[in-house]
């Protein structure tokens, strides 16, 4: 899975969140309000690698491998980032702290996904994350670029327990986090129909849209988009 940064982003280039621990100072001692590192965008895709610890992408092309415990296949091939899977529904990823340390030591950006599910409370999952988050930061070597923080959602979630995850992660870094939602029909009639209040909650976080290809997507209501822009209109 790439980070695509779509229209609504690309003003932004990729922008790295920060964590807060306690007190509330950035995760590697800068103030909460001193803003983030943008990454300048050099030209074409800025390559972002998602992983966790059932990720088969590391055996699925030819090349070198990587593995949690070394990177640096992927800065040769071009990638800029990396995001590790903290957890998913409740239960910790046991590689995610390796791939970060392993990033830091590749030069890579690193960052932060939880997969959010139904059968949890959002807010139980929320406070995991950033306890995850957290965790590893400490851990992390002075000069290294804050975390991103991003929220995974499952397409079958109510827009009530996104905001209720995106409002805790908030209240408890003073980030919102990147919202990563799947090119599916059910999420789009979700999305579209939102109240006013709800809208204006999702349109506050930074979207990561899943487009695996020009042709995905497609259903009875809503044609494949083609491009990211597109997807954006859906």
Known sequence: MILMKVCLLLPLCLLIAQCSPDPPVGIQGRPVSQPAPVVKRSGGVQHIINVSAYDPKKKSRPGRGFSQYDLSALPANGARGLIARAGKGGKLDEKCANFIRSADRAGLLAGLYYRVQRHVSPTRQ???????????????????????????????????????????????????????????????????????????????????????????????????PGNPRGLVKQ
């Not at 995106?166 to 979700?190: C, F, H, W």
């Open 126 to 224: 929320a406070d995991q994350f950033v306890a995850r988050a957290k965790a590893i930061a400490r851990h992390r070597p002075a000069n290294a670029a804050p975390l991103l923080l991003c929220g995974d959602y499952d397409g079958d979630l109510s827009l009530s327990a996104i905001v209720r995850f995106m409002d805790r992660v908030e209240a408890k870094t003073g980030i919102v986090p990147i919202a990563y939602l799947e090119n599916s029909q059910a999420l789009k009639l979700k999305t579209r129909a939102a109240d006013s209040r709800t809208a204006a909650k999702l349109r506050r976080a930074p979207y990561w849209l899943a487009l695996y290809s020009h042709e995905s997507g497609a259903g009875p209501i809503f044609p494949a």
